[in-house]
């Protein structure tokens, strides 16, 4: 089975504080994602990466980055957390673009 | 670029009625993915249809894609309280990411 870890289910900030998320995969997949989901706006992508190293903005980068020094790692980055970013945060990962993408639990932040 | 549209945003059901949720591509895409996300949940993979005109079937869902590539849609026939949850379609037109609708949410009344 496919696993896709997150490294916390809950996370409270500071407005202006840095933010790291990371997520893990197991399953020796090329492809992860970093979304966003608000309620009424479904899923929106902030990052991909198809590659170690490798990183392309999706729809709504600002305010984010990315990291992928490993095949198995993915974390996003919030540089100065702002209230706006409070969300949901999921991370996905998949072999080949055209295939399954396993989500994670997902990442719940709140930004004060 | 892509838009992927999907209604209704929200359904609410008597259980055992039916329900459907379709799905529009503003392009011709290579596939088209359904997930499933249970409340307080992630979404789960359910199905991905390749061919024009591809119709498959889990239980009592029934899973359509148009002809032209551009629409799908999913049925669930005699919906159950285990059937709540938000269901979104997702696209991609050859190596580009999948672009998800933003999912119909459906509540089953017991």
């Known amino acids: 089975d496919v696993k896709v870890t997150q490294s916390s289910r809950y996370l409270v900030k500071r407005t202006g504080e840095k933010v790291f998320l990371e997520c893990v995969q197991d399953?020796?997949?090329?492809?992860m994602f970093w979304y966003r989901q608000d309620p009424g706006l479904g899923l929106r992508l902030i990052y991909f990466?198809?590659?170690?190293?490798?990183?392309e903005k999706g729809d709504i980068p600002e305010g984010y980055s990315v990291s992928r020094e490993k095949k198995e790692r993915f974390s996003l980055i919030l540089e100065s957390a702002s209230t706006n970013q409070t969300s949901m945060y999921l991370c996905?990962?998949?072999?080949?673009?055209?295939?399954?993408?396993?989500f994670g639990p997902g990442t719940r932040l709140l930004v004060l | 670029g892509q838009q992927v549209m999907q209604i209704p945003q929200y359904q609410h059901v008597q259980e055992g009625e039916d329900f459907t949720t379709y799905c529009n591509s503003s392009?011709?895409?290579?596939?088209i993915q359904w997930y499933k996300q249970r409340p307080g949940g992630h979404p789960v993979f359910l199905i991905q249809?390749?061919?024009?005109?591809e119709v498959k079937k889990q239980k009592r869902l029934t899973f359509q894609f148009g002809e032209a590539k551009k629409n799908s849609s999913l049925h669930i026939t005699a919906t159950q309280t285990t059937d709540v949850g938000t269901y979104f379609c997702?696209?991609?037109?050859?190596?580009?990411?999948?672009?998800f609708g933003k999912g119909t949410r459906l509540s089953v009344i017991a």
């Open positions: 249809l390749v061919k024009s005109g």
């Open positions: 392009t011709t895409l290579s596939n």
């Open positions: 997702a696209g991609n037109s050859g190596n580009t990411p999948l672009v």
């Open positions: 399953m020796d997949h090329e492809n």
């Open positions: 996905a990962s998949k072999k080949e673009v055209q295939e399954t993408q396993y």
């Open positions: 990466s198809y590659d170690v190293k490798m990183k």
